[in-house]
C-alpha cells in the first residue's frame, strides 16, 4: 500500500502533465482534446443548445433549462418551424429565458457560443449529428439509441477519441438512485441471487395502425431535405411518417428493438457485467398487427443473445399486443440461484425468493409518470442530465458513456440484422464482428445520401 506522501508524490506527477481542463479516460490517460471549445471550469454556466424539439428534445429542453445554476440553453434546433414556439416557451417558463432559434444543424454546430449539443433528432441522424458537434468542439447529449447501424458505433467512438469529447448517452436509469442500489445487489449476488446467468426484458405497447398514406406535398413548416440529412433522399413525402412514426421506416427508425429495448438491454449488460460482446445472435417475430399499413419494422420481435456457456439474455418486443409479463407491461427480470429480481418503469426493484415472498424491495421518492408520453421521469432525468454537466465540468465519470451506449445499441442492432436476413449470427465476442456471414455484414453499414455520409 502507497504511504500519503508517495500518493501526493503521484497526484503532484500527473498533474504536472494535464493542463486545466484536460480530461482523463477511465485508465487515467489524458484523452486529447484536438476540437476547439471552451475550457469550463466548476461554476461555469454550460451553454445548450437542443436539436429535435417536438417530443424528447422539448422534455430535454424544459429540463436543462430548469437547472438554472448549471446551465442555460441557448439555442434551439429544428428543421419544422411548427415545433419551436412550444419548446422556446417550455424553456422561458422553466428559466426566463428563451433560446434562439436555428433550423438548419449544420449552422447550429458553428455557434460559438454553445457548449453542448443536444441531439434529440431522429435515429438516422444520430452519428452524423454527433460526429459534426464534436468536430466542431462540443460536447454531446446523445439520445438513444446511439447510432443507426454498427459502422456508425465504431464512427462515433472514433471520433470521440479523436476529438476528446465528453458524451453521455440518453439511457437515464443508469443514473436513476435506486435502480443503482438494485444494481450493486444484483451484482453483489446478494439476497439469495448468487451468480445470475439468465436475463429477459420485455415492452408492450398498444400502438395503433399508422395508415396506409399517398405521397402529399411537403407541409410549409418542414425542411424535408435537412429532415432526411444523411438517409437516402425521397422527393415524396408521406404525412404518417413524422413526427414519431419514422420509427417503424427503416430508412429513419430501427423498431421497437432500438426504441424501447435500447434502454432495457443495457440495464441487463449493465447488471451482468456484459462488457464482451454476444456469440450468438437470434431474431423471431415480423409484422402481424394491422398487416395493411405502412409500418415496416416487426411489431413483435424476440432477440436471443448467447454468451458462450456464461449467459443467455433476451429482449421480447410487442408493440401492438400491450399484455403484461410478470404483471408489467415492460421491466426486466434477472433469474438468480435462489431468487429473481425485477426492475420495472419506476426507481425501483423487487426480489423475491422461489416461494414469491418479497425479501427486499425498494421505490425511489422521485416519481415516473407512466402514461405522459412526453416527460414522464423528469426529476429523475435531471440526475441524469446533472451527471453529464459535472463529467464537462468536473470530470465526473459519466453514468453513461458513449461506449456503453454503443455496446446496448449494437446488441439490438445484431438482433435486427438477424431478424432481416433470417438467420442466427455468429459474433466474435472480443471485437463484435459477425463472423463469417457476408449477407448479414450488408447490413452492418447503411446507404447515405450522396454528401451526407458522416466523416472521422
Ligand atoms: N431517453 C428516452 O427516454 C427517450 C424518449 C423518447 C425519445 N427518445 C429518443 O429521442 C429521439 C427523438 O424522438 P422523438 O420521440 O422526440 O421523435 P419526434 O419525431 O417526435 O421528434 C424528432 C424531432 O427532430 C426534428 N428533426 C429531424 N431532423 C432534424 C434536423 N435535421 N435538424 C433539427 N431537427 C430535426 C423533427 O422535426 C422533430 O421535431 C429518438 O432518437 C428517440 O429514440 C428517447
Known amino acids: 500500500m502507497s504511504t500519503r506522501r508517495e500518493f501526493i508524490k503521484q497526484v503532484a506527477v500527473a498533474s ?48 436543462f433549462a430548469q437547472m438554472t445554476s448549471d446551465c442555460e440553453v441557448v439555442y434551439i434546433c429544428d428543421c419544422d418551424s411548427a415545433v419551436v414556439p412550444a419548446a422556446q416557451e417550455a424553456c422561458k417558463a422553466a428559466s426566463g429565458i428563451e433560446p434562439k432559434y436555428v433550423r438548419d444543424y449544420r449552422e447550429l454546430v458553428k455557434m460559438p457560443d454553445i457548449d453542448v449539443i443536444v441531439v434529440a433528432m431522429p435515429d438516422h441522424w444520430h452519428a452524423a449529428a454527433a460526429i459534426m458537434a464534436m468536430e ?21 467512438l472514433k471520433a470521440q477519441k479523436k476529438y476528446g469529447k465528453v458524451v453521455q448517452i440518453g439511457t437515464q436509469r443508469r443514473s436513476w438512485p435506486t435502480v443503482r442500489e438494485g444494481i450493486e445487489i444484483l451484482r453483489n449476488g446478494e439476497y439469495g441471487l448468487g451468480t445470475v446467468s439468465v436475463a429477459k426484458s420485455w415492452y408492450s405497447h398498444p400502438r395503433p395502425s399508422i395508415g396506409k398514406f399517398d405521397p402529399s406535398p411537403v407541409p410549409e413548416n418542414l425542411d424535408w431535405e435537412l429532415w432526411q440529412g444523411p438517409a437516402p433522399h425521397k422527393t415524396e413525402f408521406k404525412a404518417n411518417c413524422l413526427h414519431y412514426n419514422w420509427h417503424w421506416y427503416w430508412d429513419w427508425g430501427t423498431g421497437e428493438a432500438l426504441n424501447n429495448g435500447s434502454h432495457f438491454i443495457d440495464v441487463i449488460r449493465w447488471g451482468m457485467g456484459l462488457d464482451d460482446y ?34 443467455s439474455v433476451n429482449w421480447e418486443g410487442r408493440s401492438r399486443n400491450h399484455f403484461p409479463t410478470d404483471g408489467l407491461t415492460h421491466g426486466v427480470t434477472f433469474y438468480g440461484e435462489d431468487s429473481c429480481m425485477w426492475f420495472d418503469f419506476r426507481d425501483s426493484y423487487v426480489i423475491r425468493d422461489m416461494k ?41 465519470p459519466l453514468n453513461a458513456p458513449l461506449i456503453e451506449g454503443c455496446k446496448s445499441t449494437q446488441l439490438m442492432q445484431y438482433g435486427n ?3 432481416r436476413v433470417g438467420h442466427s449470427l455468429h459474433i466474435d465476442p472480443k471485437t463484435g464482428k459477425i463472423l463469417g456471414d457476408s449477407e448479414a455484414m450488408k447490413y452492418w453499414t447503411r446507404k447515405y445520401e450522396k454528401g451526407w455520409m458522416p466523416k472521422v
Open 16 to 63: 504536472a502533465a494535464l493542463a486545466i481542463g484536460d480530461k482523463l479516460d477511465a485508465m487515467g490517460k489524458k484523452i486529447p482534446v484536438t476540437a476547439p471549445g471552451r475550457v469550463l471550469g466548476a461554476n461555469d454556466k454550460v451553454r445548450v443548445a437542443v436539436a429535435g424539439v417536438h417530443n424528447r428534445g422539448r422534455a430535454l429542453a424544459m429540463n
Open 356 to 396: 414469491g415472498n418479497v425479501v427486499k424491495e425498494a421505490v425511489g421518492s422521485l416519481p415516473v409518470r407512466v402514461n405522459d408520453t412526453f416527460n414522464p421521469c423528469e426529476a429523475l432525468d435531471t440526475i441524469h442530465l446533472k451527471n453529464f454537466l459535472d463529467g464537462i465540468r468536473l470530470g465526473t
Open 136 to 156: 466542431n468542439g462540443k460536447h454531446v447529449y446523445l439520445e438513444k439509441p446511439a447510432t443507426h447501424t454498427p459502422a456508425e458505433n465504431e464512427m462515433v
Open 417 to 419: 440484422i438477424a431478424q
Open 278 to 311: 454476444p456469440t450468438l445472435v437470434n431474431s423471431v417475430g415480423g409484422k402481424y398487427r394491422f398487416v395493411d399499413d405502412d409500418w415496416q419494422t416487426p411489431d413483435y420481435q424476440l432477440i436471443t443473445l448467447q454468451y458462450g456457456d456464461r449467459c
